[in-house]
């Protein structure tokens, strides 16, 4: 079931919408940081958006790139937000997301478990240099 779309919408209601961002005011800060681009040009939250406009959206290390099918009306399920944008980013941006994960499998420490001892360092240096 789809719902209804308008003509245009705030790009940062829109990235709330389709849920890009789990809340407007963090779709907000995202774009007054510059992470939102539309033909590679940062926008403002305020900027309308319409029906098959790209938008990239920079998530450090990710550089996420968009295609608007539609613009909804409200927010909606996370199932039915692919019915309004479609994916278009590249693989090799969606291995930067794989490894940065990976990397960062050991870094978890316990708390109270102090600085790592030299030995620890060596083991980790180890790991990360396979």
Known sequence: MMQQSREDL???????????????????EACKKGRIFIGDIAVKASRQVTKDEIIKVKKPPVL?????????VSRMSAKLADDFIED????????????????????????GSGRPTKKDRRDLDKFRNR
């Not at 705030?10 to 907000?28: E, G, H, M, N, Q």
């Not at 940065?100 to 978890?108: D, L, P």
């Open 64 to 72: 996420y790139t968009y295609r608007i099918k539609e613009l909804p």
């Open 88 to 111: 278009l980013t590249p693989e090799d941006e969606k291995i930067k997301l794989d490894l940065k994960q990976k990397a960062g499998m050991n870094k978890h420490r316990y708390k």
């Open 10 to 28: 705030r790009i940062d209601k829109f990235l709330w919408s389709v849920r890009l961002y789990k809340t407007r005011s963090k779709a907000t």
